[in-house]
């Protein structure tokens, strides 16, 4: 029997690769740096999740009972790798809690950062309260609280999702799209209208990407059955009267400035790389990608290999990726690890 594989980061990814290894008999330390495991979707309380439409404490809260209810899966909370030196099948790992161990490999699963609205100033938040982002909705969905005005606690009665908000955006050196957010975007306008069936909801797009199947199930379903309204527009900025918030931009199929009041502004924001990446990299020895994600080297040959051997990546430490994807690749993952640490013991 091998050193338990270290996995880094508690999240979808993370949580796919443990039980993946601890299922083929392979030990694994899970090492967290939040108290919690579960990742984005219950650090930040997301609603039903998409595409399977369950609630994600039930769907990742699944995920975490099965690592941390399986025997050969060590989990450590609240603590970080500080240091991690030797060679593929013999690393050497100290926690910052002071702890040692070692490991024949490891998976870093560590995940992504949400976009911080404020580096958006023009948009809006931070200066007008019922200005939001899609976690905070998806908090007071999940909460049970219900979709309500955070300066007067009042259903909304008109809300416009502004798509993008930190993805495509060269301005602001985000070129990248953050794959999920116009498939959530959707699947919010329709919890809103839902549970609020006088509110009327509007999407503010530049391209619509509810990719593959999602079309069917969130762009088209929005619309046809739920009356969501989109407007393909560019936003120039978000002010207030003091009590709405009206965004001005320019209605670019007509090619018309529209100036519209709401009740709510929600910021679909996109998946910025992880804010540790610099210390992962330097760490783990680690190459980053042009954008500050972790680099995947030469994935047809080993999945999930990065620029040092012995050391995996998965999930949306590597970019923006959805949870299906992150699940999956934290298995393939798991498997070129198990590879590589079962050519070491056969040689
Ligand atoms: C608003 C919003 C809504 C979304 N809704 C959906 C949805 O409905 N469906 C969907 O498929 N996708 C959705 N996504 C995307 C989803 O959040 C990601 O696909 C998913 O969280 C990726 O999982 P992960 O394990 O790669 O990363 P994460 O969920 O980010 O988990 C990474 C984990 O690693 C930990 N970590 C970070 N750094 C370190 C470190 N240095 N050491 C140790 N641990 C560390 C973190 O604390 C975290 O627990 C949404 C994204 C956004 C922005
Ligand atoms: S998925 Fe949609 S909202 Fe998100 S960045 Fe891509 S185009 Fe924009």
């Given amino acids: 029997m091998s050193d338990p594989i270290l996995v880094v980061g508690g999240g979808p990814a993370g ?17 967290e740096k939040t108290d919690i495991l579960g990742g984005a979707p219950i650090h930040s309380g997301y609603a039903k999740l998409v595409p399977s439409g369950e609630w994600a404490k039930d769907a990742i809260g699944s995920m975490v009972d099965r690592v941390t209810g399986n025997a050969d899966i060590e989990v450590v909370t609240g603590d970080v790798v500080q240091s991690f030196d030797g060679k593929p099948g013999g690393f050497s790992v100290t926690l910052k809690s002071g702890r040692s161990f070692r490991t024949p490999a490891a998976i870093l ?41 955070p300066s007067n606690g009042e259903k909304p009665k008109r809300v416009a999702i502004l798509l993008c908000v930190g993805s495509r955006d060269r301005q602001i050196g985000r070129d990248w799209c953050s794959k999920i957010c116009c498939s959530v975007s959707a699947n919010m306008a329709m919890e809103i209208r839902e549970e609020l069936p006088d509110c009327h909801v509007y999407i503010y797009y530049m391209d619509i990407r509810t990719f593959g199947l999602l079309e069917t199930k969130y762009y088209w379903k929005s619309q046809e059955e739920f009356k969501v309204k989109y407007i393909k527009a560019r936003i120039a900025e978000v002010t207030s009267d003091g009590d709405k918030v009206i965004v001005k931009g320019e209605d670019t199929l007509v090619k018309r400035p ?3 009041p709401f009740d709510m502004v929600v910021h679909a924001i996109g998946m910025d790389p992880n804010t540790d990446n610099m210390t992962l990299s330097s760490v783990f020895g680690v190459d980053l990608e042009p954008h500050g994600f972790i680099d995947r080297q030469n994935t047809y040959g080993l999945f999930g290999g990065t620029s040092r051997e012995g050391v995996l990546v998965a999930g949306s430490a590597t970019g923006p990726e959805t949870i299906d994807d992150s699940i999956s690749q934290g298995a393939g993952a798991a498997m070129s690890a198990l590879g590589f640490v079962r050519s070491l013991t056969a040689a």
Wanted: charged share 15%; hydrophobic share 40%; proline share 3%.
């Fill in 258 to 260: 529209i100036t519209i």
């Fill in 109 to 149: 699963c560590s995940g992504f950062t949400h976009f911080d609205s404020v580096n958006k100033p023009e948009w809006g938040f931070g200066r007008f309260p019922d200005v939001v982002t899609t976690t905070q909705v998806e908090q007071m969905i999940s909460s049970g609280a219900g979709v309500r005005r």
């Fill in 15 to 31: 949580l796919s690769a443990a039980h993946s290894l601890a299922r083929a008999g392979q030990k694994v330390i899970l090492v």
